[in-house]
């Protein structure tokens, strides 16, 4: 079984409570909080105030991914606000140690996001102290773009440096996910799929959720 982590970057933002209710009926276990702050990437997306708000109306997992210049600044507000899984870029951490560390300390898991450019092999020191590693099969900053078929190479080199360092962490993929993709990221070792204008543009978001765990 995958674990679907939803998009809400996709849902209708004047209806958020009504899809967020929808979520909470399907089989997907994650809601996944686009954050985007117009420096880090070329798109502002919303802040603390919406995270709060969808976290009075769910119990699901509530799986951040900041794309944010200095993420050091907010870790404490996004644990506050609710974040579950806070999942920070390695392209915006110059001592990524330190930020996955404060992540652990105020309660979170601590997640690590890599940028299509970078390799998996940034990782090799780290990747025993993380709980969770975001693969971008897109560049970051909007929904609905289309997938970059390497992601799956690196998911599997991924799954690999897992296995031989011995770590726990869970591997997400985010960008452009349909069931297509979907199939060959899970038979690479993908336990988590982010997917949003796939399930919200779908007729049955909630079938699609259910046909991506499924996977
Ligand atoms: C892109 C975001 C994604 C996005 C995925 O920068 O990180 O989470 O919402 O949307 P789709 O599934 O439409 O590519
Ligand atoms: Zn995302």
């Known amino acids: ?104 300390r105020l309660g979170m898991k601590a997640g690590v996001a890599l940028n299509p450019h970078t390799p998996v092999s940034v990782l090799e020191e780290i990747i025993v102290d993380l709980d969770l590693v975001l693969i971008m099969s897109v560049n970051p900053g909007f929904g609905g773009q289309k997938f970059i078929p390497s992601a799956v190479e690196k998911v599997a080199k991924l799954t690999a440096l897992i296995e031989e360092k011995k770590s726990k962490a869970l591997i997400e993929v985010d960008g452009g996910v349909n069931l297509e993709n979907g199939k060959p990221l899970v038979e690479a070792g993908a336990n988590v799929l982010v997917a949003g204008s796939f399930v919200f543009g779908s007729s049955s978001p909630t079938d699609t959720i259910a046909s991506l765990v499924n996977l």
């Open 1 to 104: 079984m995958t674990i679907v982590s939803p998009s809400v970057l996709s849902c209708d933002f004047a209806n958020i409570q009504r899809d967020i209710e929808m979520l909470n009926l399907s089989s997907a276990e994650w809601i996944h909080i686009d954050v985007m702050d117009g420096v880090f990437v070329p798109n502002i997306s919303f802040g603390f105030p919406v995270l709060a708000a969808i976290r009075r109306h769910t119990q699901k997992v509530l799986d951040v991914h900041l794309m944010i210049a200095n993420p050091d600044a907010y870790l404490s507000d996004f644990a506050s606000a609710g974040a579950n899984v806070l999942t920070v870029h390695v392209e915006s951490c110059t001592h990524l140690h330190r930020t996955i560390s404060e992540i652990k």
